[in-house]
C-alpha cells in the first residue's frame, strides 16, 4: 500500500529529529558534517518524489542556514600576449609614459643628428667650391687701444679681413707682423682731421685689392670675389690716459685747451669717419645678406652716470650717445638700410686699459679759491676709488664678435648637446636678449643700475664719499693729511689804496697771479686766430669788488694779460 503524504511528513520529522540528535552527539568528530547533509540533502531532492521540492529547508540546530552551491562556472579562455600587455600598461601607467617618452626622444636626436651632420658637411663643400677667398671686411677706429689688437687677431681668427686705424706710422708694421695676411694697418689721427681724408681713400684703395696682403703677385688684380664691408667698430670713442682726461672741476676746465682737443678726437672725428663710411655700407649690405653693425665703444662711467671731476670725459660720452640714438632711429626709418645695425658697449674695467686717473691727477693749475672750494671733495674722491678687478679681455672680445656674427662665431655658439648645436640657439638668444646696448667689463653693469635711479638718490650716493671722509677727519685725534693742501688766502689791500702801492711787510700780498708766463704770451696772437672759437667760450667781467677766478678759456678768449684773484675778507679802511 502507498504510504500517504502525512505519513511521508511524520517519517520525515522523525528521520529529522533522529538525525539532529545524531548531529549533536557527533559533530565534534564530524568535520565535514555540512558536506555530507548538503550531498544527502541533494540525492533526496533529485531522486525523491515530485512533491517534495515544496518541502521546508533543513534547519540543523548548531549548522546554520546553507543553500545549494550553483554548479562552478567554466574556466575562463587563456589570455593572449595583446592582452597581457594591454592589461599591464592600464596597471602601469606611469611607467608606461616614461617609455613612450623615451623612445620618441631617441628617435627624435638620431634623425635631427643626422640631418645636422649632413648640413654640416654640405655646408663645408659649398663654402669650400663657392667661397674659396674671404670677403667681409670689418673696420676697427682705432686698433692701437689696449683692446684694439686682441680684438684685431680674434677676428682675423674667425676668418674676417679687418682693416685698422693707426694714430702713428710705428705701430703699423706692429700690428700688419702679428697677423697672417689679413689684416691692413692705415693711419688715422684723431686729433689731426687732416688725417681722415687721407685715410678714407686709402681704405677704397685697401678694398679693391686682394687678400692676404703677403701673397705674391699683383695686389690689385682683378677678382670675382670682391671684399664687403661687413661691420665697423670704433675705439676713438674710447678716451685714453692724457692730460685732457685729468679729473677736474668743470669751472677749472679750460674749453679750448682741454674740452675741445678730446671732444675732436673722441667725438667729431669718429663720427666724421662714421659719415663716410655710411653709403658704402649701404651699398654693400644690399649685395649680401646678414645683419652688418656698427658698434661704439663707450666707458660705462661717462656714458651712463657722469661722475664729478670728470666732465671733459662725461661730456663727450653723453654726445657720442646721443648721437648714436638719433642715427639708429634714422636707419630704422629709412630704406635699404633695415640690416644695418647701431650698437653702443658700455665697457668697464676690462684687462689693463681702465684709465687710472689718480697716477695723473695734479692740482698744480688750479686756483687757491678752487682748492679751497672743491679740494676737500676731490681728495675725498680719490681715496674711495676703489681698485676693481678688472673682466678678463677675452669676454670683451668674445661680447664683441657675438654682434658682428649675430652670435654665429662666439665660443659657445660650439657647444653640443646630445649631437644638438644648443649653444647657437643660446648665443642667438643672448644677442636678441641684450639688444643694441649691453655692458661688458667689471663695474659696468652696476654704473647701467644706477642710471636708473631717480637723481636725488643718484646725487646722494656720489656725495656719500666727501661725507664719510668729513666724519672721518673730525672723529680722528690728528687730522689726517691732505693729498693737495690748501694755501692760506691772502688779504685784500683797501679799495682806497692805490694798486701801484707796495704793501706793509707784516701784510701777506692780496695780490695773486695765478697764470704763468708762458700762458700770457698766447694771448698777444692776432685776433684771427681766436675767432673761430669765439663761439665756444664766452667773455665774464666781473666787478673791482668780486672774487674772480678765471680759467685758460675764458683768460685767451677775453685778452686779459693776468687775473687777480680776491680770496679773504676785506680789511676795513682805517
Request: proline fraction near 10%; glycine fraction near 8%.
Amino acid at each position: 500500500m502507498v504510504p500517504t503524504i502525512d505519513e511521508l511528513e511524520q517519517y520525515f520529522e522523525s528521520v529529522e529529529r533522529f538525525v539532529s540528535d545524531s548531529l549533536v552527539a557527533v559533530s565534534p568528530d564530524l568535520p565535514n558534517i555540512r558536506e555530507a547533509v548538503n550531498r544527502l540533502w541533494v540525492d533526496i531532492s533529485r531522486f525523491g518524489p515530485p512533491g517534495l521540492s515544496s518541502l521546508p529547508d533543513i534547519h540543523v540546530p548548531g549548522l546554520g542556514a546553507f543553500q545549494v552551491p550553483p554548479p562552478p562556472p567554466p574556466p575562463p579562455p587563456p589570455k593572449s600576449l595583446i592582452d597581457k600587455t594591454g592589461d599591464w600598461i592600464i596597471q602601469h601607467p606611469w611607467v608606461t609614459s616614461g617609455m613612450v617618452i623615451s623612445a620618441l626622444g631617441a628617435g627624435l636626436l638620431v634623425g635631427c643628428s643626422t640631418l645636422h651632420m649632413r648640413s654640416i658637411h654640405r655646408r663645408r663643400i659649398r663654402t669650400t667650391a663657392a667661397q674659396p677667398e674671404k670677403r667681409q671686411v670689418v673696420v676697427v677706429l682705432g686698433g692701437d687701444h689696449p683692446l684694439g689688437l686682441p680684438l684685431i687677431m680674434e677676428l682675423e681668427k674667425q676668418g674676417y679681413i679687418v682693416i685698422t686705424s693707426v694714430s702713428s706710422p710705428e705701430a703699423v708694421s706692429g700690428i700688419e707682423n702679428k697677423g697672417h695676411g689679413y689684416v691692413r694697418a692705415l693711419i688715422l689721427d684723431p686729433n689731426e682731421p687732416g688725417t681722415i681724408p687721407i685715410f678714407l681713400r686709402s681704405l677704397a684703395s685697401t678694398l679693391s685689392r686682394r687678400f692676404p696682403i703677403t701673397a705674391a703677385g699683383d695686389p690689385y688684380a682683378p677678382t670675382p670675389y670682391h671684399p664687403l664691408l661687413y661691420s665697423v667698430i670704433s675705439f676713438l670713442t674710447m678716451p685714453t690716459a692724457s692730460v685732457h682726461c685729468a679729473p677736474a672741476p668743470l669751472e677749472q676746465i679750460s674749453l679750448r685747451s682741454t674740452y675741445l682737443p678730446h671732444l675732436l678726437s673722441t667725438h667729431i672725428a669718429p663720427l666724421q669717419t662714421l659719415q663716410a663710411l655710411l653709403p658704402l655700407l649701404r651699398t654693400d649690405a644690399q649685395r649680401t645678406r646678414g645683419r652688418k653693425s656698427i658698434i661704439l665703444c663707450l666707458p660705462a662711467a661717462d656714458a651712463r652716470v657722469g661722475l664729478p671731476f670728470s666732465g671733459v670725459s662725461a661730456m663727450s660720452a653723453a654726445a657720442t650717445l646721443r648721437a648714436a640714438d638719433v642715427l639708429r632711429r634714422e636707419i630704422a626709418t629709412a630704406q635699404g638700410m633695415g640690416t644695418i645695425r647701431i650698437v653702443t658697449v658700455d665697457v668697464g674695467a676690462v684687462g689693463l686699459s681702465q684709465v687710472d686717473f689718480g697716477v695723473a691727477t695734479t692740482t698744480d693749475d688750479w686756483t687757491p679759491s678752487e682748492k679751497a672750494t672743491y679740494g676737500a671733495a676731490f681728495s675725498a674722491l680719490e681715496e674711495t676709488r676703489g681698485s676693481r678687478t678688472p673682466e678678463d679681455v677675452s669676454v670683451f672680445v668674445d661680447s664683441l664678435i657675438a654682434v658682428v656674427s649675430a652670435g654665429v662665431k662666439t665660443k659657445g655658439a660650439g657647444n653640443v648637446v646630445f649631437g644638438i648645436g644648443l649653444g647657437l640657439v643660446n648665443e642667438k638668444i643672448k644677442d636678441w636678449m641684450r639688444g643694441d646696448r649691453f655692458s661688458v667689463g667689471a663695474g659696468a653693469d652696476t654704473y647701467t643700475i644706477a642710471s636708473f635711479l631717480p637723481p636725488v638718490l643718484l646725487d646722494g650716493l656720489l656725495a656719500l664719499p666727501r661725507i664719510l671722509v668729513d666724519i672721518r677727519n673730525r672723529l680722528l685725534p690728528v687730522p689726517s693729511t691732505q693729498r693737495h693742501p690748501v694755501p692760506v688766502p691772502p688779504l685784500v689791500p683797501p679799495a682806497s689804496a692805490p694798486p701801484s702801492e707796495t704793501p706793509p711787510p707784516t701784510v701777506t700780498s692780496s695780490l695773486v697771479l695765478h697764470r704763468s708766463l708762458d700762458r700770457i704770451s698766447t694771448v698777444s696772437q692776432p685776433a684771427a686766430t681766436t675767432a673761430p672759437h669765439s663761439d665756444v667760450v664766452g667773455d665774464y667781467e666781473m666787478g673791482s669788488d668780486a672774487d674772480i677766478e678765471s680759467n685758460d678759456g675764458d683768460l685767451e678768449s677775453s685778452g686779459v694779460g693776468s687775473s687777480w684773484v680776491s680770496l679773504g675778507p676785506r680789511e676795513s679802511s682805517d
